[in-house]
């Protein structure tokens, strides 16, 4: 499977773009940080079970402790730019 790989400014430019292309392709997208650090971007499929998300929290202490704090937060509206 190819990688794609993008500086933070081409993100910066189109991320509804490039976060679509993304996901209907399925290739994963590297964003390189202006320090030299990288992140990693990759579509996930809604139909597949995520097991992840379960590990951690069956297995996380700390992990637990930010769902639970989350929960107790107050919800925040996403906003489109």
């Not at 579509?43 to 297995?59: A, I, K, N, V, W």
């Amino acid at each position: 499977m190819d990688i794609k790989t993008i500086p933070l400014s081409e993100l910066e430019a189109d991320p509804r773009g490039m976060l679509n292309a993304c996901a209907v392709s399925g290739q994963p997208l590297v964003i390189e940080l202006p320090d030299q650090r990288l992140v990693a971007v990759h579509s996930l499929d809604p139909t597949e079970e995520d097991s992840l998300t379960s590990d951690l929290l069956q297995s996380n202490p700390e992990f637990q402790a930010l769902v639970v704090k989350s929960k107790a937060s107050p919800r925040k509206p996403f906003t489109q730019p």
